[in-house]
């Protein structure tokens, strides 16, 4: 199964056993089942676990979304103004978790900078790291995961650009520098590459790419209409399915 630009699901997505840990304290409630269906995508969460302080009032729109989601809070008093407590409890049992060796990877929803080394240690450890966050998350932090999924892209899509108005996507300098780099890395000598290479290797250039930043729920969908690309679809051996593949023009 095609993700939104990051190459082919593996087959064993759904047997990948992963740990949710919130820190309720920066994420908001309001994104909590759109945000367990996009990590249903990538294996079971076998543990979920929300921190905060939760005899604040601050957290009172949380505490409906936890029963209804099965996900457990864990409760952290605030001992000193401007000390985030919160923090400290999620990294410890991040640890705890990690060493037991009973998980395939971690599911980190915070926008704080301060989980960047957690997520670096994970990923030393040969784990998968999905960070969660607003686009306004730092981005040693987006970076030092496996894959980051801004938040907003779970909420209703934006209509893509169409017409003329896909120019845009050309004058995107960024989208335009990712995308040539991953379909010249995956390109035969005819110039064509198979779509699947070219999201794996945005994945691997971009842990925050998505084609739904475009307002594109595939990636083919966002290859077709940019401007310098060209998408072709191609039978695949078993007569009933096909592949796609894509060049520069």
């Known amino acids: 199964m095609e993700s939104h630009g990051r190459g082919i699901m593996p087959e064993s997505a759904d047997a990948a056993r992963l740990a949710v840990l919130i820190d309720a304290d920066n994420a908001s409630a ?4 759109r945000l367990l269906a ?37 409760q952290q008093f605030s001992y000193t103004t401007g000390k985030n407590a919160t923090d400290s409890a999620l990294i410890i049992d991040a640890m705890d978790l990690l060493h037991a060796g009973h998980l395939d990877g ?53 209509a893509p650009p169409v017409g003329s108005e896909t120019s845009s996507l050309k004058k995107d ?20 590459a198979h779509l699947g290479a070219v999201g794996s290797n945005l994945s691997r250039l971009a842990s925050d790419f998505d084609s739904r930043t475009w307002g594109y729920s595939k990636l083919m969908d966002l290859m077709r209409a940019h401007p310098d690309y060209q998408v072709d679809s191609r039978p695949a051996g078993d007569g009933k399915s096909s592949n796609a593949y894509v060049r520069r023009r």
């Open 30 to 33: 309001k994104h909590i089942e």
């Open 38 to 74: 996009e990590i249903a995508k990538y294996g079971t969460a076998s543990v979920r676990r929300a921190y905060g302080d939760w005899t604040s009032s601050q957290l009172a729109s949380w505490k409906s979304e936890l029963l209804e989601n099965s996900v457990q809070p864990i």
């Open 106 to 158: 971690f599911c980190l929803v915070s926008s704080d900078s301060d989980f960047t080394r957690l997520a670096a240690r994970i990923r030393e450890q040969g784990l998968t790291v999905y960070g969660f966050g607003q686009r306004k998350t730092p981005k040693p932090f987006v970076a030092a995961c496996s894959t980051f999924v801004y938040v907003e892209n779970l909420e209703e899509p934006k």
């Open 173 to 192: 300098k960024r989208l335009t520098a990712l995308l040539k780099e991953a379909v010249d890395a995956a390109s035969a000598d005819d110039g064509w």
